[in-house]
C-alpha cells in the first residue's frame, strides 16, 4: 500500500488560531479523505479532496471551518480554522488508489491537536 | 502515545486464545466491509476486508464473518497474541453516487499474557 505521511505530528494551538495539517503520498493517488476523531470516539468523515476541484463536505463541516486544498494527485492540506478547544481531535488522512484495490482506504499516522 | 477510545467496549482474552470482535452495521445497502487495527497514538491499519457477494474470508490469523441477514460484522483473531492488543474498528463502504466510509464504535483488545 501506499506510504502516507502528515506534517505535523502533533501540536498544541491557542484558542482563535488557525493550522493546516499535511497529507503526502508516496505515490499517485486517486482519492484522499479526511477524518477526525476526538477523543475516545471513532473516525468521522469531513470531506473529500479532490484533485483539480473543490472538496466534498459531509453533513456537520464547512469549508469555511475546515478549508481543503489539493494541489495535486499525491498531496493534500486540511486547515483547522479559528480554533476552539472543542476542535481538540486526532485529524487523519486517507487515501484510496482506485488501481490497487478499489474502495479500500489507507491511513496517514495522523495529527493530534490540542486547541487551549 | 495518546490512547485512543478510552471509554469504548473492552475484550480482555489470554495470550494464545482466539478472539472474536463483533460489529453491528447499519446500512443494508452496504456492499464493502473493512476491519481496521489501531493502536495507540498511530492511524488505522487495515486487517482485512469482505465484499456483500461473500460470507467469509480468511487472511493471516484472522477472518472476517459477514451475515447480511442481520446486518452482523465478525473479525476472529486466531492465538492472539500480545502484539494484536488495540482498538479495532469495522468500516462500512455505501456508494451512493461518492464513495463514504462510515466507522463503527470500536473494541478494545486487551491481550493478557
Known amino acids: 500500500s501506499a506510504v502516507i505521511s502528515q506534517k505535523p505530528s502533533r501540536d498544541i494551538c491557542q484558542r482563535g488560531t488557525s493550522l493546516t495539517i499535511q497529507c503526502q503520498v508516496d505515490s499517485q493517488v486517486t482519492m484522499m479523505f479526511w477524518y477526525r476523531q476526538q477523543p475516545g470516539q471513532s473516525l468521522t468523515l469531513i470531506a473529500t479532496a479532490n484533485q483539480g476541484s473543490e472538496a466534498t463536505y459531509e453533513s456537520g463541516f464547512v469549508i469555511d471551518k475546515f478549508p481543503i486544498s489539493r494541489p495535486n494527485l499525491t498531496f493534500s492540506t486540511l486547515t483547522v480554522s479559528n480554533m476552539s478547544p472543542e476542535d481538540s481531535s486526532i485529524y487523519l488522512c486517507?487515501?484510496?488508489?482506485?488501481?490497487?484495490?478499489?474502495?479500500?482506504?489507507?491511513f496517514g499516522p495522523g495529527t493530534r491537536l490540542t486547541v487551549l | 502515545g495518546e490512547s485512543v477510545g478510552l471509554h469504548l467496549p473492552t475484550l480482555s482474552v489470554q495470550e494464545g486464545d482466539n478472539s472474536i470482535i463483533n460489529c453491528a452495521y447499519s446500512?443494508?445497502?452496504?456492499?464493502?466491509f473493512i476491519w481496521y487495527k489501531q493502536e495507540s497514538g498511530k492511524g488505522p491499519q487495515f486487517i482485512i476486508d469482505i465484499r456483500s457477494n461473500m460470507d467469509k474470508r480468511q487472511g493471516q490469523r484472522v477472518t472476517v464473518l459477514l451475515n447480511k441477514t442481520v446486518k452482523h460484522l465478525s473479525l476472529q483473531i486466531a492465538a492472539t497474541q500480545p502484539g494484536d492488543s488495540a482498538v479495532y474498528f469495522c468500516?462500512?463502504?455505501?456508494?451512493?453516487?461518492?464513495?463514504?466510509?462510515?466507522f463503527g464504535s470500536g473494541t478494545r483488545l486487551q491481550v493478557q499474557p
Open positions: 446500512n443494508s445497502a452496504s456492499d464493502y
Open positions: 468500516a462500512e463502504n455505501i456508494y451512493t453516487g461518492r464513495r463514504a466510509l462510515t
Open positions: 486517507s487515501v484510496e488508489d482506485l488501481v490497487l484495490r478499489a474502495d479500500t482506504q489507507y
